[in-house]
């Protein structure tokens, strides 16, 4: 089993940043893909980026450029830098990982963006 625990979310201007991490636990080693995923009401969960132990990395085309993701192997952290934020950024946001094909989901946290 593998363990995830989201924290940084919050209520900030548009415009503005925000910065999650995700602590993963547990059976960690073979875990490859990690990554972060929304979901706003009403809506289907997307996948916002990618990022694999090897550290190449995938957006969606509507976070490019404000987004970044990044890990820490030796703390089995991730994060996502949040920049520029918009309204409809608004969302839960769940940490995953890929460990032998299984994926694992944090218990997502929410974040607010106010126009």
């Known amino acids: 089993q593998v363990q995830l625990v989201e924290s940084g979310g919050g209520l900030v201007q548009a415009g503005g940043s925000l910065r999650l991490s995700c602590a993963l636990s547990?059976?960690?080693?073979?875990?490859?893909?990690m990554g972060w995923s929304r979901q706003a009401p009403g809506k289907q969960r997307e996948l916002v980026a990618s990022?694999?132990?090897?550290?190449?990395?995938d957006y969606a085309d509507s976070v490019k450029g404000r987004f970044t993701i990044s890990r820490d192997n030796a703390k089995n952290t991730v994060y996502l830098q949040m920049d520029s934020l918009k309204p409809e950024d608004t969302a839960v946001y769940y940490c995953?990982?890929?460990?032998?094909?299984?994926?694992?989901w944090g218990q997502g946290t929410q974040v607010t963006v106010s126009s």
């Open positions: 995953y990982a890929n460990r032998n094909g299984v994926p694992y």
């Open positions: 547990g059976s960690i080693f073979a875990v490859n893909t």
């Open positions: 990022i694999t132990r090897g550290g190449s990395s």
